[in-house]
């Protein structure tokens, strides 16, 4: 406060106070807060005071340590810096009990995963919306069968009163380190003194208690200044179909029996909008557009019976917006097709880190007690187990009788059983030890190239996991077009290419500005691409424009992918309705895309691909269609707004100096550089204290005080 | 104003338009009825008018102690309750914190 009445001197004075605000704060660049979410029944996350929270920084060396923020330390309140190693759900607890003491927290994030895995989601992910309820089966409800991710401890969904941030940038944490070692360590052993190096946290959140308090805050007409203090989670997904759909015509389509093939698009972690998603989302999305581009040219030439429909589901971390929000859709004439119009449902869960080529074909035991269902399922494996012969790649089945995992299948079981399996590189737990982490990144899927490659090369070069994950996408495509009447002739012209795989691998998760993807972009896209990897958390809801990137890529990507080229105008593909009357059906989507670039020349040759891929809004019902905040059946899940976030270190002083400058005037203390001799501080008290002076100091000091708050 | 200066018959009808406005859920008008007419009823030595005009003091700062009384329980239970209250209490504020319940 002291500090903050200077700087106020100063611009009181007229002189711009930013080269004296500079001098005082170190502002910390590359910061991620963890913020509070909100559902029908609790909220998670982090908070903040309104005006930061400011604490003594303390780095953690071990548990034991704690005791210093927690009960033996002099200066409190504590700013805790944790290495990643520590960021554990015991010291998390112990720190969220600590009433006071703790002002914050912030963890140094590790360039190299945890040995041991970490994942703070749930132990039993989704376990209330899913289809296992006491009243489907009570044995299978709560993961009461398999523990789905063990390693789980649940930090994401707990609440804490004081924010947490994490450091990505090794010059802050280098600087951070520094100021601590200079100022707060005491001198052989003894208590520090104060000055002292300080830490203040600006994570300061609108929105509190539950999503129904908070939408209701958010309509509030007659209030003072009303604000927005929450927003719904939800983005949009992404479908496309071999066949083109009718799509201003909704509800059940006559004669239309539909595979869907359906993988999730998102991931989440627990600090906010980092979500590297590598295993959770994108080994499965990856494989569905593999298996989308090797079925291309066969279901145009020789189209089976039964259509195929790719989806691709956004928010399905957040208790399954996104597949809610199709069945829900589907169930009520809003969508293009309905549920009597699906035969089957093939789903691609997390793929990408299978060990001796082994894949399990996970199916619903409780909807396979009826008999025509569980013939359906079993002719469905068996289709998948011929179509991996003569590849590398072994489909098993568990060999106990088990749930589904976590996957948006679930919710179309309950609105009815529909025969369908979901494919897995796991038997029961996950293998991934970094699920819905910031660790979910390329380096756990193995993702690794050789050193002194240039970007486009490795862009190009074939990785292991690529191959892998095309293999895997050559036996979903066989059996797609299989399970959809194909004749098995055609089975061997089905083949995905690796080459588009790891050039899809690269992009989502190294790098998304690449020559490939920016070839199949629309040109206002292309300021989206960055040069990091892409997160894949899904955000709150927005219009179809600004949907979320990895989002629009993959839209992008499958239209490339299952679309044709055709020959008109940039105009004419914008306007497609020119192309035809409005009285026939809208059966495709058209996106007008940059090309290539020729060589040594900016221009590119844009083309029109018509393809059939639409993005379908993916809110939970529970917001725009039914208002009902508290539904136990639909996702609630809303994020909080704030105003901003930041996070600064800076010297502090000790409290009494900050509450009383008088007394400080009052020379009581000796500064050790000026030490009067006390007669002489008494003779010049004396002369400077007169009534006057004093009730001048008296008007200044509170006018000061006044303006620094 | 000056009060000193006033007729009589002036500061009683003032005092009168003061306490009768006070009834319009005013109770501001009675503290300053109270505070201004307090010299006037109580201090200084007596005149005809003095003694409706004393009246209407003791009435003023009856009101206005009832008021106080009133406000100060309902805004105590207000703060108190507000966050329990939800819905009822939302709708009854004009400004709500943001990030506290």
């Not at chain 1, 604490?55 to 200066?75: C, D, F, K, M, Q």
């Not at chain 1, 001796?356 to 619903?364: A, G, K, N, Q, T």
């Not at chain 2, 207000?78 to 914190?97: C, K, M, N």
Request: with cysteine.
């Amino acid at each position: 406060m002291l500090a903050l009445s200077q700087v106020s001197l100063f611009s009181l004075a007229g002189v711009s106070c930013n080269s004296v605000e500079q001098k005082i704060y170190v502002e910390l660049n590359n910061m991620v807060p963890c913020v509070r979410l909100l559902n029908a029944t609790h909220q998670i996350g982090c908070q903040s005071s309104i005006s930061g929270d400011v604490g003594v920084i303390h780095v953690l060396e071990s548990e034991a340590n704690l005791e210093w923020v927690l009960s033996t330390g002099p200066n409190p309140p504590y700013m805790v810096i944790l290495e990643s190693a520590l960021f554990t759900r015991s010291i998390m607890m112990k720190l969220k009990n600590g009433t006071g003491r703790v002002a914050g927290a912030a963890v140094v994030v590790s360039k190299t995963n945890p040995a041991e895995g970490f994942s703070p989601h749930t132990k039993c992910p989704n376990e209330n919306t899913g289809v296992y309820s006491e009243s489907y089966d009570p044995t299978m409800a709560h993961c009461n069968v398999t523990v789905w991710n063990p390693l789980g401890n649940g930090l994401s969904y707990e609440e804490f009163d004081f924010p947490i941030f994490s450091l990505n940038d090794d010059n802050d944490t280098e600087a951070i380190r520094q100021c601590y070692l200079g100022y707060n360590l005491g001198v052989n052993g003894s208590t520090p003194e104060y000055p002292l190096c300080a830490m203040q946290l600006f994570s300061h959140m609108h929105a509190v208690t539950d999503t129904a308090t908070c939408m209701r805050r958010n309509d509030i007409n007659f209030s003072i200044n009303p604000e927005m203090v929450c927003d719904p989670l939800g983005d949009y997904n992404v479908w496309g179909s071999t066949k083109p759909l009718n799509n201003t015509a909704k509800g059940h389509k006559e004669g239309e029996s539909m595979v869907i093939a359906a993988t999730r698009l998102d991931s989440r972690s627990f600090f906010w909008d980092v979500a590297p998603g590598a295993e959770s989302a994108v080994s499965g999305f990856v494989t569905l557009l593999a298996a989308a581009h090797a079925l291309h040219n066969v279901t145009q030439e020789a189209h089976p019976p039964r259509t195929i429909l790719y989806t691709f589901f956004q928010g399905e971390a957040f208790d399954y917006i996104g597949s809610s929000r199709m069945v829900y859709e589907m169930d009520h004439k809003q969508f293009a097709i309905d549920l009597d119009n699906v035969h089957s449902v093939v789903e691609i869960g997390q793929v990408g880190l299978r060990s001796s080529s082994e894949l399990w074909v996970h199916s619903d035991p409780v909807s396979r007690r009826n008999n025509s269902i569980n013939a359906e399922v079993s002719s469905l494996i068996d289709t998948l187990k011929s179509a991996a012969m003569n590849l590398n790649v072994t489909m098993s089945v568990p060999s106990f009788s088990q749930p589904l995992p976590p996957s948006s299948f679930q919710r179309f079981l309950r609105a009815r059983p529909i025969p369908g399996v979901v494919i897995a590189d796991h038997q029961s737990a996950f293998s991934n030890r970094y699920y819905e982490s910031i660790y979910d990144k390329a380096a756990n899927l193995n993702l690794t190239y050789p050193a002194n490659l240039t970007e486009d090369e490795q862009l190009e070069f074939v990785t292991e996991t690529a191959n892998a994950l095309a293999d895997l996408a050559t036996v979903v495509a066989r059996a797609l077009y299989k399970q959809a009447g194909g004749a098995d002739a055609q089975l061997i012209n089905i083949k995905a290419e690796p080459k588009i795989v790891t050039q899809m691998l690269y992009g989502f998760l190294v790098r998304s500005n690449n020559t490939w993807f920016q070839a199949l972009v629309p040109p206002e896209f292309k300021n989206f691409l960055s040069k990091l990897e892409c997160h894949y958390y899904v955000g709150v809801s927005q219009t179809p424009s600004h949907a979320r990137t990895p989002t629009r890529l993959v839209q992008y990507l499958l239209a490339n992918l299952t679309g044709t080229t055709i020959n008109i105008t940039k105009e004419n593909c914008h306007n497609s309705l020119i192309i035809k009357p409005s009285s026939l059906p809208q059966l495709y989507s058209y996106v007008w895309v940059q090309g290539v670039a020729s060589p040594n020349s900016t221009e590119r040759q844009g083309f029109c691909v018509r393809s059939s891929v639409r993005l379908s809004k993916a809110v939970s019902p529970a917001f725009d269609l039914l208002q009902e905040y508290s539904s136990k059946d639909y996702s609630t899940w809303t994020e909080s707004r704030w105003k901003f976030i930041k996070a600064r270190i800076f010297l502090v002083a000790s409290h009494d100096l900050e509450v009383n400058p008088l007394h400080f005037l009052a020379l009581d203390s000796c500064l050790p550089a000026q030490c009067l001799a006390s007669s002489q501080i008494q003779s010049a008290r004396r002369r400077y204290f007169t009534k006057h002076n004093q009730k001048m100091i008296l008007i200044t000091a509170i006018k000061v005080m006044l303006f620094s708050w | 104003m000056n009060l000193e200066r006033l007729p009589n018959e002036e500061k009683l009808s003032l005092c009168r338009k003061y306490y009768l406005g006070g009834f319009a859920f005013l109770p501001f008008l009675w503290l300053v009825n109270v505070v201004w007419f307090f010299r006037e009823a109580f201090v200084k030595p007596a005149y005809t008018e003095q003694l409706q005009i004393k009246t209407y003091v003791k009435r003023s700062a009856l009101g206005l102690l009832l008021w106080v009384a009133v406000l100060t329980t309902w805004i105590t239970i207000f703060q108190h309750f507000r966050a329990e209250w939800g819905e009822v209490a939302d709708y009854l504020s004009f400004t709500i914190p943001l990030g506290i319940p």
